[in-house]
């Protein structure tokens, strides 16, 4: 009796243990590897706040502040007929491509010009006091390219409403759509700063450097080579691939620093570190550029603006898929 009783215990147990295999694990974020886990075992505690916490502004300091002849909200997009038909009561409007890139350049997103800012901003009227303010309607995406534009170029205050015109919406604001007339300046930019921007060639120099981790910030398939938006699919040797969509939440907003931080340590790229971020033209790698540099303050982060549409479309470098 005894023995038999043991016997059917055992049975049962097999069972259960069987029946288990076959549930789904849940649906995770990306996970990292056992290497990329040890780094972020060894990384400094996760901060609690933004590290620049100042350069984003919210509802409140918009509504204090627009009045102020200092500060100038910029609406950024690739449609103006969006900022026609509504935007927050005195933005001008900046168009990401033809206006924040050089169009004379073979490659397409390359940043502007020195002279081509100079000449832009003279014309809405900013000077070097000026506190500039970008906005979008799309989860930060074009104010960061923006934001890493004119950090490229050194002005010294430039702001980013985290939401962007959705959550001015959201938060019972009205939008105008009044047009804005500027005061024409004498701007001239100032020169720029290569520790925020790379190259091709600087890629190629440093594919086997172990203290520089090259950051995919497309979707998966772009970095796989199933989704080919250039002679070749692919990614660059050695690249991790963490999505930009991750670094915000459903409203559109950016996750919290202890968030994103835990996200791209465990993900591989520590903060002694250099990060190199990439994309397709350099819009999605400035967000994560943002969000390691500005927010979390990893001191060496630059943005490859060439990305895959330059490095993709070249036959005489290594691509991996």
Known sequence: MF?????????????LLALSACVAPPAAAPTADDAS???????????????NAEILVDTDWIVENLENPDVLFMEVSSRQESYV??????????????QLTN???????????????????SEIGVTHDTTIVLYDDSNNLSSTRAFWALKYYQHEDVRLYNGGKNRWVRDGQELS????EATPSDYVAN????????????????LDDENVVMCDTRNPEEYTGTDVRAARGGHVPGAINLDWVYNVDDNGMFKSAEELYE???????????????????????AHTWFVLRELLGY??????????AEYGNREDVPIDS
């Open 3 to 15: 023995n038999r009783k043991w016997s059917l215990l055992g049975l049962l147990l097999v069972a």
């Open 263 to 285: 996200l791209y340590t465990a993900a591989g790229f520590a903060p002694d570190k250099q990060i190199i971020t990439y994309c397709q033209t350099g819009v999605r790698g």
């Open 177 to 180: 759509t009044d047009v804005v």
């Open 85 to 98: 038909e509504g935007h927050i009561s005195g933005a001008v409007y900046v168009h990401t491509g033809s």
């Open 37 to 51: 886990a040890d780094a972020a075992a060894d990384a400094p505690a996760a901060p609690t706040e933004y590290v």
């Open 103 to 121: 169009p004379d350049d073979s490659t397409q997103g390359q940043i502007l010009t020195q002279d081509a800012l100079s000449a832009l901003f």
């Open 299 to 308: 001191p060496d982060v630059r943005n490859y603006d060439g990305s895959w």
């Open 191 to 206: 020169d720029a700063d290569p520790e925020i921007r790379t190259t091709t060639e600087y890629v190629l120099e440093h």
